[in-house]
């Protein structure tokens, strides 16, 4: 029997994905802002708003590109959070900043605007927040911050396509939110990423950015890269724009029957969504007491979740010189505890009933093991 994963890219229709493979060998445009780039950067803005939107070839691109084209103090101080995947950090220090961490929030494990006071230097630029699992950040605390201390703001959104806080598409909120659109995502293009503007300066920067500077062929404005994305995968986002909201609602499905198995154990916590907003049905995380158990026990039966995000970014190699874990002390009962159940049209109810009854025995076995030691 084949394992159970995490997550399942979602595919388009394999038709129509030959059909438009077959438009694209006509044309023989194959990237540098082609047909297909061109519909779905319009057709995405629509969907997660901002002033102006930019594709880019995956999420890490396009959150360098966010954080580069604010033009902030080289060598100047980002914070933002432990509790994230590499890329968050990786993307400051690449840039030649400093990531500062700051602790998050104990319920929606999100950087706290609090938090984030303390380590405001005459040195900061910038506050990069993570909507981690599509949690929505506190966007009001953080904005308050940020203005209050003349910040930039920028939203690593790579798990929040298509999440409306207050009415409002998550690309509104900030400087900048940049977005993973990785074969994980529930949006995929297989490789992509985009980033949501909303000052009209910083986007042109990231256009410039995203194609090595150049503006004409006898203008180079600026140092770039290549954040090009091709037709193909281009392609593959505009059918996958037809397809992801039928997968946001069978996960949605899975997710009930997950809450109300595990609503039986007071042990295991379910995902508290803040009412003002809407779920990316991105990730189902659960936090319980002996999560490495938890873990062991549904992989034992073939079950394969995730610990995202374990490790904390503190205790990388990269990082740990500069900073103490024991300084974040949300972060690391997150860390120790988030446990991303298997959540995509894969799964069927009948499988998450059973993931579910796996849980709940053995966070009840951790107590019973613990009480009797007591
Ligand atoms: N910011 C945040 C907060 C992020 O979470 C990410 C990426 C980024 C920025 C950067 O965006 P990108 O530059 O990646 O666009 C995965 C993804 O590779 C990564 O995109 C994602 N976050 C991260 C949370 O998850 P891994 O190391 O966990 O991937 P891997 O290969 O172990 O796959 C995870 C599960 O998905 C496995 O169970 C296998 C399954 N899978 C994976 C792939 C690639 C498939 O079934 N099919 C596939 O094609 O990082």
Redesign the pocket.
């Known amino acids: 029997m084949s394992p159970i ?5 979602l595919l388009p229709d394999v038709d129509a994905l030959c059909q438009g493979i077959r438009d694209i060998y006509d044309r023989r445009i194959l990237t540098n802002n082609g047909p297909n780039h061109q519909e779905l950067e319009r057709r995405l803005k629509g969907v997660l708003g901002g002033r102006e939107f930019i594709l880019f070839n ?6 360098m590109a966010a954080l580069s084209a604010l033009s902030l103090e080289p060598g100047s101080e980002v914070i933002t959070t432990p509790f ?2 590499a ?2 950090a990786h ?1 400051i220090t690449l840039l030649g900043l400093k990531p500062v961490f700051a602790d998050i929030d104990p319920t929606y494990m999100t950087l706290s605007p609090e938090a984030v006071e303390k380590y405001i230097t005459p040195r900061t630029s910038c506050i990069l927040a ?1 909507h ?1 699992y599509g949690y929505p950040c506190d966007t009001t605390g953080l904005q308050r911050v940020a203005t209050a201390n003349n910040l930039a703001l920028v939203y ?1 959104a ?2 929040a396509f298509g999440t409306v806080v207050d009415g409002r598409h998550i690309g509104e909120f900030g400087d900048a939110s ?1 977005y ?6 529930l949006f995929s293009t297989v ?3 985009g980033v949501s503007f909303n000052r009209s300066d910083p986007a042109m920067r990231a256009r410039d950015y995203r194609n090595f500077g150049i503006r004409s062929e006898d203008h180079v404005a600026s140092v770039g890269l290549n954040g090009k994305m091709s037709e193909l995968h281009a392609l593959v986002g505009l059918l996958s724009l037809d397809a992801y909201q039928e997968e946001m609602a069978q996960r949605a499905r899975i997710g009930e029957v997950y809450r109300a198995i595990l609503a039986n154990s007071d042990l295991v916590k379910c995902p508290i969504f803040p009412e003002h907003a809407t779920s990316s049905h991105q990730y189902f995380p659960i936090r319980v007491p002996g999560r490495e158990s938890v873990d062991a026990a549904l992989k034992a039966q073939n079950v ?1 979740a ?1 610990r ?1 995000f374990h490790p904390l970014v503190t205790d990388y190699d990269c990082y740990r010189q500069d900073f103490q874990s024991s300084d974040y002390p949300n972060a690391v009962a997150a860390g120790a505890e988030a446990l991303c159940l298997p959540y995509h049209s894969g799964v069927t109810l009948d499988d998450a009933e059973r993931i579910a009854r796996v849980v709940i025995e053995s966070v009840e076995n951790i107590s019973n093991l613990s009480s009797k030691e007591l």
């Open positions: 994963l995490v997550t399942r890219p995956n999420g890490t691109i396009a959150l994230t995947f890329a968050t993307a993570v981690v690593d790579a798990h940049a993973s659109f990785h074969a994980t995502k490789e992509g990423g394969l995730r995202y």
